[in-house]
């Protein structure tokens, strides 16, 4: 009985399936290896964040003096805080947020659908916050001011 090439060919090939299906079979696990050594612990640390919220007297808004910001008029509300000092200013990350009632912290700098523009800046000792259209000031009613220093990890 002549077998063709063609059934040679299946007959080899699950032989070489069935193969290799037994050898994916794991064998039982061994006994777990001794514990390593303890290695040193690491330095406390902190996210050196520092968060200061800044409201105005109960039912007041902040008040706003005339200034000027990048040459133009503006209106500012300065807020003397130590933890300025220059390295910080010099170094730190700051960023600032302001909520107008509505329990929202918008980011600054914020663009307002008047064309008005509330940013700020960082001199030592102060923050400096700014409120201005093109070619004049603004009051803006801000309820509360958040702000976040966070300290340089740079060694440079």
């Known amino acids: 009985m002549a077998v063709n090439r063609h059934t040679s060919f299946i007959i080899i090939l699950i032989f070489i399936m069935g193969s290799l299906t037994a050898c994916l079979e794991n064998g039982a696990s061994g006994p777990a290896g001794p ?5 040193l612990d690491g330095v406390d640390g902190n996210a050196n964040v520092i968060i200061k919220t800044v ?3 109960s039912g007041e808004f902040f008040n706003w003096t005339e200034s ?12 003397p805080d130590t933890a300025l000092n220059q390295l910080a200013v010099n170094t730190d990350f700051i960023r600032v947020d302001v909520q107008f009632g509505d329990a929202v912290w918008y ?5 307002l659908d008047s ?8 001199q030592v000792d102060t923050l400096n916050i700014y409120a201005y259209k093109p070619d004049s000031v603004f009051s803006a009613d ?3 001011i958040r702000y976040f220093i966070i300290e340089s990890t740079s060694s440079n």
């Open 35 to 39: 514990a390593g050594e303890d290695g």
């Open 55 to 57: 409201e105005p007297a």
């Open 68 to 79: 000027v910001y990048l040459n133009q008029p503006a209106n500012r509300i300065a807020i």
């Open 107 to 111: 980011p600054l700098p914020v663009s």
């Open 115 to 122: 064309g008005s523009v509330i940013t700020f800046s960082v």
């Open 142 to 144: 801000i309820d509360f």
